[in-house]
């Protein structure tokens, strides 16, 4: 199992990011996928998860209004796309895969990509 995620970088406070996660070499369309967080100092922490119809979608209360995760299974990958950004948003943003229906914690992931660093200066 392969996941391969992009788009990290520093960005200005208010400002956008688009991260996507590229899969391979499982059944990507039966899994729940997942971002999560690690900040300076802090444990891995849940952000926004997509099922795998991706009909419905669970996220961190602090960043519902400002991200969006989608997927597109015909091309194995999932994104998260952030506006409004804030420094308290700065992180290494990580995407999961889960067998678990919402995948709303660490431990519900059997899969994880190598994380994109975000930086977020006020």
């Known amino acids: 199992v392969q996941l391969q995620a992009s788009g990290g970088g520093l960005v200005q406070a208010g400002g956008f990011l688009r991260f996507s996660c590229a899969a391979s070499?499982?059944?990507?369309?039966?899994?729940?996928l997942g971002w999560f967080r690690q900040g300076p100092g802090k444990e891995r922490d849940f952000v926004s998860s997509?099922?795998?119809?991706?009909?419905?979608?669970y996220n961190k209360r602090s960043v519902k209004d400002r991200f969006t995760i989608s997927r597109d299974n015909a091309k194995n990958t999932v994104s998260l796309e952030m506006v409004s950004l804030k420094p308290e948003d700065t992180a290494v943003y990580y995407c999961?895969?889960?067998?678990?229906?919402?995948?709303?914690?660490?431990?519900?992931?059997?899969?994880w990509g190598q994380g994109t660093e975000v930086t977020v200066s006020s």
């Open positions: 999961a895969a889960s067998s678990s229906y919402s995948g709303t914690t660490v431990d519900e992931y059997e899969y």
């Open positions: 070499r499982f059944t990507f369309n039966t899994y729940t």
């Open positions: 997509i099922t795998w119809t991706g009909r419905t979608t």
